[in-house]
């Protein structure tokens, strides 16, 4: 890193909160320059003497600016600099006329009065006892920032950290550091356990810890969480910790995980297997979260519901006379059970009824005189639910009222809510903390429904509650199985309940039909293909090292990889009119070396030596290069006309349906990963550049390796709970400001606009938006939605993946892959089971 030394001139601007700051300084080998540095810094003040770490970089707005990733204060370097530093605001209660006193008095001696013998500070005139306890308090603050900072990075910690670090601890900080380097990743955000890790290690802390060993097994028991596991057993863990330090540390980890239990920082539940009791480890949350529901659940199953059953029948079969589509048989089973029980679920698949169920029980409801509370655990679900039932609908958040100085529910056991029937929509996406709070809240006196598909995703966050309580057998399930005539009219529907049978669709292609688009066909398969990278390293080695030994008028012999024999197995190309290719012998070989003639051998897989290297070498796209390399073309594939799967996608996203649905269509695409060519992070970066690219007018910020521009859309990645924006929602970027870095994302619900504010470090949380993992788009909906499905994407090719991204779509759904791709994900079965045990409590009572 490059370095810049000099003195504060001006704080130009500085954010409390997150410590970033944009200053003038002028370098003390340039003493008539001003120069711009951009820093995170905890407190700075003009004059004070700095060393600035960092890269200069061009600002497109403020030109040339110094970014600094390191900061280190060093005295000031002149008597000017030194007033001009105490009497800057450092220090409460002198200003510039008391610091040129001081500085006049005690000339270069000055800063070692503050140090060592603040008392004589009373020799200069105008300073008296009570002034100089005001000082006294306000220097030994600022040292302290001063020390936490420097302390923190003599141990590789950046500046951007040590500022959370020191807002979160305060002059705490060092002590908790060095007592607990690890507790560095429960605390603060962006902190993970390598980082901490690299900070104990450089601190002196052993390799084999007890306390290195107990971060990593909380690390473990962590990153569980975040696969759906709610415990592990001590062979998981073990594997795991093994798998994160890179050395084998058994019986270390088992000692320490038997520390932990005595000391209560893990839980244990036991569950039996084979006639033998498994110890089952929980971090201490989770295993409460896990308890609470289930024993709240248990409470509710014990109560009774006392209602005039002939009455509310009486009262459905008039409600049915005056519909257009009465209630088929289950569903009215349906809506007279769900009154009758104080917990139940109702579940089925697209086009059964859910929601048509749904509006007949709340208006029974209302006819009963119940107070009923709709809620959904997104914003999208919450507005979905409140259009379709015709009643105001909440997000869970937002029903428990949510608090951020606290960091928990206002709602709660002590305070619950005020209803008397609590409906929850989407609960497939209910995880086991957010389950516990909401069953706290409700009263045992109020009933509760939850709806879902348990054939979708089960939750972002460990647990599988609808899952579990359905199989459970405990709670009432009501399971609509009838797919309604007019529901079956859609292609969406039909396929989506083909796909839970293990049944391959047969989805029409606009290629072959091209007329569809003008059917009422709201499902469509677009056969194409993507390169490997294996495909685009070759494509790339032929177009660069053909092209080369043409021009030196060399020849290149192509040799199946892994094949030592010689004889008559070569391929030669060579040029002189024309590129073309024949078989070579050895000794053919052997006779143009004599001749002086250049020759290059490459080793290629056999599976490429059947590649037309002319029209590999001639192609001008990349479809045209795939197509002279992938066997077997599909014959309505849209390579055929120049587009690969994901150029298909972008022309479909920024064009196609557009023209189709309208311009104000929201499109969406739904990919099953995050990397590769048709993973979200290169189809994003090829949709921007499409549909939103640098132009004069639109303002672009680089975080990281990524690029936000105004008018972007853009999707949350987790949680904040002070913003009120959460996991999964997705807004647009509606302003950007260069000199803070921060940005205004509008979000959207229904006919309702939030405008969110976002600082530096809360913008690190988002991510472009035009592409989004299947599992981020749960318990939303979409206009129409693309899905890739391709060979790439082999690992998460899963039905119930494909089955969740496809009902997304309320218009239009459109494939862009192969067949073959379709066809694994239908047959294949995610059997990956979560480390639950609510089912076995709520059955069994331990």
């Given at each position: 890193m490059e370095k810049l030394i000099g003195v504060i001139q001006r704080v130009t601007y500085h954010n409390r909160e997150n410590g970033w700051t944009v200053l003038r300084v002028t370098p003390i080998d340039k003493p008539h320059e001003l120069k711009t540095v951009t820093v995170h810094q905890a407190n700075v003040f003009a004059g004070a003497t700095m060393e600035f770490e960092g890269e200069w970089v061009h600002h497109a707005k403020y030109g040339e600016q110094f970014k600094s990733q390191n900061t280190f204060e060093r005295k000031p370097s002149s008597a000017s600099a030194l007033e001009k530093y105490i009497g800057s605001g450092l220090i409460y209660g002198v200003g510039p006329k008391i610091a040129k006193r001081i500085v006049k008095h005690f000339g270069k001696d000055t800063l070692d009065v503050f140090e060592g013998d603040i008392e004589r500070l009373k020799e200069v005139p105008g300073i008296a006892q009570t002034k100089l306890e005001q000082i006294e308090s306000s220097w030994t603050e600022h040292r302290e920032i001063r020390n936490v900072m420097l302390f923190l990075q003599e141990y590789g910690v950046s500046t951007l950290f040590a500022v959370k670090i020191y807002k979160t601890y305060g002059n705490d900080a060092i002590k908790i550091v060095e007592d607990n380097p690890y507790q560095l990743s429960k605390d603060i955000y962006g902190i993970g356990f390598f980082s901490a890790d690299n900070i104990a290690l450089s601190m002196g802390i052993g390799k084999d810890s007890p306390k290195r060993m107990q971060a990593a097994v909380s690390h473990v028991l962590s990153?569980?969480?975040?696969?759906?596991?709610?415990?592990?057993?001590?062979?998981?863990?073990?594997?795991?910790?093994?798998?994160?330090?890179?050395?084998?540390?058994?019986?270390?980890?088992?000692?320490?995980?038997?520390?932990?239990?005595?000391?209560?920082?893990?839980?244990?539940?036991?569950?039996q297997e084979e006639n033998l009791a498994v110890k089952c480890y929980y971090s201490k949350s989770l295993y409460f979260d896990e308890l609470h529901t289930a024993k709240i659940t248990q409470s509710f199953l014990e109560n009774e519901v006392i209602i005039d059953t002939g009455r509310a029948e009486s009262w459905l079969k008039r409600f049915n006379k005056l519909q257009e589509f009465p209630l088929s048989d289950e569903q009215f089973s349906a809506v007279l059970g769900i009154c009758q029980h104080p917990f139940s679920i109702l579940t089925g698949g697209p086009g059964c009824g859910k929601t048509t169920t749904t509006k007949a029980l709340v208006k029974l409801l209302f006819a009963m005189k119940k107070r009923v509370t709709l809620a959904a655990p997104?914003?999208?679900?919450?507005?979905?639910?409140?259009?379709?039932?015709?009643?105001?609908?909440?997000?869970?958040?937002?029903?428990?009222?949510?608090?951020?100085?606290?960091?928990?529910?206002?709602?709660?056991?002590?305070?619950?809510?005020?209803t008397d029937f609590v409906i929850i929509d989407e609960s497939s996406m209910l995880d086991i903390s957010i389950s516990a709070s909401l069953l706290k809240a409700i009263p045992l006196s109020a009933q509760l429904l939850f709806i879902g598909d348990?054939?979708?995703?089960?939750?972002?966050?460990?647990?599988?509650?609808?899952?579990?309580?359905?199989?459970?057998?405990?709670?009432p399930c009501f399971h609509l199985r009838k797919v309604f005539r007019q529901a079956n009219e859609s292609q969406i529907i039909k396929f989506a309940h083909e796909i839970i049978h293990r049944q391959i669709p047969r989805i029409e292609s606009p290629i072959h039909v091209p007329d569809i688009w003008n059917q009422k066909i709201d499902c469509l398969f677009i056969d194409s293909e993507e390169a490997t990278k294996e495909q685009m390293l070759f494509i790339r080695k032929i177009r660069k090292s053909m092209r080369y030994v043409i021009d030196k008028e060399g020849i290149?012999?192509?040799?199946?990889?892994?094949?030592?024999?010689?004889?008559?197995?070569?391929?030669?190309?060579?040029?002189?009119?024309?590129?073309?290719?024949?078989?070579?012998s050895k000794e053919e070989i052997e006779n143009l070396k004599r001749t002086g003639v250049r020759s290059y051998i490459f080793n290629v897989p056999k599976k490429f030596l059947h590649t037309n290297i002319e029209s590999l070498m001639r192609s001008e796209s990349n479809a045209e290069a795939l197509k002279g390399i992938v066997e077997n073309i599909h014959p309505w594939s849209s390579i055929n006309y120049g587009f690969t799967a994901s150029e298909m996608a972008v022309r479909l996203y920024t064009k196609t349906i557009k023209e189709r649905l309208g311009e104000h269509t929201e499109v969406q695409i739904l990919t099953p990963m995050t990397v590769g060519s048709m993973g979200t992070r290169s189809l994003n970066q090829l949709i921007q550049e499409t549909a939103n690219p640098e132009k004069e007018g639109v303002i672009s910020l680089n975080i990281g390796d990524r690029t936000f521009r105004t008018g972007d859309r853009v999707i949350q990645r987790r949680n904040n709970y002070d913003l009120e924006v959460f996991n999964g929602d997705i807004g647009f970027i509606s302003a950007i400001d260069h000199q803070s870095n921060c940005m205004e994302i509008t979000y959207q619900t229904g006919e309702n606009e939030r405008q969110v504010h976002y600082e530096k470090q809360d913008v690190l949380d988002l991510d472009l938006a035009y592409a989004i993992t299947i599992h981020k788009s749960q318990g939303s909906e979409f206009d129409a939605v693309i899905i890739p499905?391709?060979?790439?994407?082999?690992?998460?090719?899963?039905?119930?993946?494909?089955?969740?991204?496809?009902t997304r779509a309320k218009k239009m759904a459109i494939f862009v892959g192969t067949r073959k791709a379709l066809g694994i994900a239908v047959r294949n079965i995610d059997n990956r089971t979560r480390k639950t045990m609510l089912k076995t409590i709520v059955q069994n009572d331990i």
């Open positions: 990153a569980a969480r975040e696969q759906g596991h709610c415990y592990l057993e001590l062979e998981n863990i073990q594997k795991e910790v093994k798998k994160l330090l890179n050395e084998n540390y058994s019986d270390l980890c088992q000692e320490v995980v038997n520390q932990m239990e005595k000391n209560n920082d893990l839980k244990v539940r036991l569950k997104t914003g999208r679900a919450a507005q979905r639910m409140s259009e379709v039932i015709g009643a105001e609908a909440q997000t869970i958040h937002r029903l428990l009222v949510w608090q951020p100085q606290t960091g928990q529910f206002k709602k709660n056991e002590e305070d619950q809510l005020d348990p054939n979708q995703l089960p939750s972002v966050g460990a647990g599988n509650v609808l899952k579990d309580l359905i199989e459970s057998e405990k709670v290149a012999f192509i040799r199946e990889q892994g094949d030592e024999e010689l004889d008559d197995s070569y391929k030669s190309i060579t040029q002189e009119d024309d590129i073309y290719i024949n078989t070579t499905v391709v060979l790439q994407h082999f690992n998460m090719l899963y039905q119930n993946l494909i089955y969740t991204a496809l």
